[in-house]
Each structure stands twice: as C-alpha cells, then as structure tokens.
C-alpha cells in the first residue's frame, strides 16, 4: 500500500524568502504526485501534479515541485512567500483503483505561517 | 454544477443521533470520495465511488457509517448513533472517469462537532 510522510509539521518563513516543503512517498510503482493547499475553513485546492515526463512540474500561485524517483520525494517549492500563502499543505500519492480511476493517499499535512 | 457542493457546512449533534451529510458532485465525474480530516490526522479515506461499479468502502472506520450514491450523481454520508470521536471535517471529492488530468476536486467540507 501507498504512504506518504511530510516530515514538518509546522514551517513559519518570512514573507519573500523562498520555501521548500518536504514529501517523501512510498509506492512500488510509478506514482502520481500531488500536492493540493488548503486555506482556513476551506477545502482542498489543487497546486500541482505529477504523472509522468518532465521532472519539474509547475503549478498555480508561482508553486513547482521535483519529482525525484532516486529519493521517493516529490518536495514542493517556491522562490518568493507571499502572506497570502500562509496555509496548509499536503501531499498526495495516486494509485489505479478499478474502472480508471484512481484513489489519494494524503500525508498528513504541514502549516505554513508567513512572517510580514 | 461548477464544483462540488457539500451541505451542510456545520453540523452539531447530539452524541448517539444520527447523522447525514450530503454531497452533490460535479456534473459528469463519475467518481465520488469521502474523506474526513480530523486534527493532527491528515486526511482519511473513507469510501468510493465509481459510476455503477460497486463502492470501495474499504476505509469506513466501523458499522455505523454509510454511505450511498443515487443515480450516479448525489452522495449521502450517514454516520449512526454519533460518538465524540466521530468529530471531524468531512470532506467530498470528485474527478472525471479515468486518469484525471485535473486531480480531485474537493468541496468546502461539512464540520461536524458531536457533543
């Protein structure tokens, strides 16, 4: 069965400093990656994912992740923090279910607190 | 409709009544999930469902909880006889039959309190 764990709970960074959030997967095939944000009060949004080609995967608000198969990781980055990205994210690892689609196994998530 | 609606947002009952939480999908995704988010848990898989294939509802955490899904479209979540620890946010999600390009689409949840 698939797992997935975020290593950091909580992450506060300064507004304009860059950010990398950690996602460590575990899944014996090729996986889909995802990583969604959700804002207080809120449900899930989608920032990005990962099924398959390019490595660097680019998404909404600025967000991009890597997906490196040699370190089952699939970390989440972002050059430049705004305030309005204070939120919690998770990550996500997709596996064939039956009749074509596919089910989400979350990790458990990481706040982001940004620092005017 | 344009995304997925749950009713409704906030619900508090009464521990041991019966609960029912409602789903209404996007129009045309044939696969519907139940999730619930409880603090410091991340989210857990709960059950789905996939056009008129029977429903995975291997993660249910006991009997109480059920789910059905009527023609296709609508979902109802019920949970009976209600226990504080049944307190959570309940989420539901959507995608189009097949390996989505779109990922799930969530809608804004129900938080239920069981007090």
């Known amino acids: 069965a698939q797992s997935v764990t975020q290593p950091d709970i909580h992450i506060t960074v300064s507004e304009g400093a860059s950010l990398e959030l950690r996602c460590n997967y575990s899944y014996g095939a090729t996986p889909y990656l995802f990583w969604y944000v959700q804002s207080p009060g809120q449900g899930l949004q989608l920032l990005l994912k990962?099924?398959?080609?390019?490595?660097l995967v680019q998404g909404i608000k600025g967000f991009e992740a890597e997906f490196k198969r040699s370190q089952s990781s699939f970390n989440l980055r972002k050059p430049s923090v705004h305030w309005s990205d204070a939120a919690e994210y998770f990550c996500?690892?997709?596996?064939?279910?039956?009749?074509?689609?596919?089910?989400?196994?979350f990790g458990k998530g990481t706040k982001l607190s940004v620092i005017p | 409709g344009a995304g997925v609606s749950q009713s409704p947002s906030n619900k508090v009952t009464e521990k041991g009544k019966d609960v029912e939480l409602r789903c209404d999908p996007i129009s045309g995704h044939t696969a519907l999930y139940w999730y619930r988010q409880s603090l410091g848990q991340g989210l857990e898989f709960l059950i789905y469902f996939q056009g008129n294939s029977a429903p995975d509802k291997s993660g249910l955490p006991s009997d109480r909880f059920s789910a059905e899904r009527t023609g296709g479209s609508v979902s109802t979540l019920t949970i009976q006889r209600t226990q504080q620890e049944d307190s959570a946010v309940y989420l539901c999600?959507?995608?189009?039959?097949?390996?989505?390009?779109?990922?799930?689409?969530f809608g804004s949840g129900t938080r239920l309190t069981v007090v």
């Open positions: 999600a959507s995608s189009p039959r097949g390996f989505s390009n779109y990922g799930y689409t």
């Open positions: 996500a690892v997709g596996a064939p279910s039956g009749a074509g689609s596919y089910q989400l196994t």
């Open positions: 990962y099924f398959s080609g390019d490595t």
